[in-house]
């Protein structure tokens, strides 16, 4: 008998993977379809920092490692910014009962140009570069579009 999916925490990260041209990775979510953004995920749990959820969830989606002890960790910078947001109806059933908004928070990772990505095939269907402007024109989510139009204010 299969055990039932605990439910989210409705607390993310959102992290604008770009190299230092400032090209932003937008992947494509497989359900729905056309919906690119940059990486997102909810914590594992409620002791998981930002920080940790932000490394699981680039490894996991991209492939990229940015784990400490790695040469990309000190590029992966909390931007200190938060957005709270309504949960789409669609997607409301993931949460307990009654949960409507989520937290997210906002970090940057700067990759060197040509970094491969991997995608995990049950989340996601392509990759892109784009310039940053275009990237953030390309988003579904208004946050993850407002998250990119800071990008040059964030980057080094």
């Known amino acids: 008998m299969e055990q039932p999916r ?18 932003v990775l937008l992947i494509n979510r497989v359900e729905p379809a056309l919906y690119w953004q940059s990486v997102t995920g909810a914590k594992d749990s409620e002791d998981e920092s930002f920080e940790q959820t932000a490394i ?30 309504e949960i789409y109806p669609r997607w409301r059933s993931r949460y307990a009962p009654g949960v409507t908004h989520n937290t997210e928070h906002v970090f940057g990772l700067r990759v060197p140009e040509g970094t491969p990505v991997t995608l995990n095939p049950r989340e996601h269907t392509a990759w892109q570069w784009l310039p ?11 946050s993850n579009a407002e998250a990119i139009l800071l990008l040059p204010e964030f980057s080094r």
């Open 6 to 23: 605990p439910h989210k925490i409705p607390q993310s990260v959102l992290v604008v993977i770009h190299t230092p041209a400032l090209d």
């Open 56 to 85: 699981r969830e680039v490894f996991e989606e991209t492939g990229i490692n940015c784990g400490g002890g790695t040469a990309l960790h000190a590029d992966l910078i909390d931007w200190g910014l938060e957005n709270v947001y």
């Open 132 to 142: 940053w402007r275009a990237a953030a024109d390309a988003c579904f989510s208004p």
